[in-house]
């Protein structure tokens, strides 16, 4: 059965997202008033309009799917694959670090190659999900 999970998203993550879009969309309408094609134009308007195009993506973009024995991690334009099988340890946790995930409230999974943080909002019918096709993965 193939299922996605959507990202949960915590007001902190959302604000600091949407900083990050207004000052590249002010950086652009800045830009576009003083409209100077000479060799650094270039540049500015593609790390202006990645810095729009980014952080829409990483809101819009981050899901968790269970495809068959697959757990595919997607943030943006990353891409995680890790077989369900090989998970052996599920955790909650609080954290702040960088990971696939809009909220501080996060999953922690380990298996035998591999680590990430995760946030589903459907918690424990994400976490039934992955039991369902690996009994072995514990829970903490």
Known sequence: MNQTYSSKV????ALILIFS???????????????????????KIVLLLFGIILPLSILFFTNYKVEGEQLIVR????KWNIP?????????????????ALSIELISIKAKDKHILISPKEEDEFIKNLISINEKIVVK
């Open 84 to 100: 369900i099988n090989s998970i052996e340890k599920i955790e909650k946790e609080k954290n702040l670090v960088a990971s696939p």
């Open 10 to 13: 915590d007001i902190l993550f």
């Open 75 to 78: 943030s943006s334009i990353f």
């Open 21 to 43: 879009l207004f000052i590249s969309l002010r950086g652009l309408s800045s830009l576009g008033l003083s409209l100077q094609l000479n060799q650094s134009f270039i540049p």
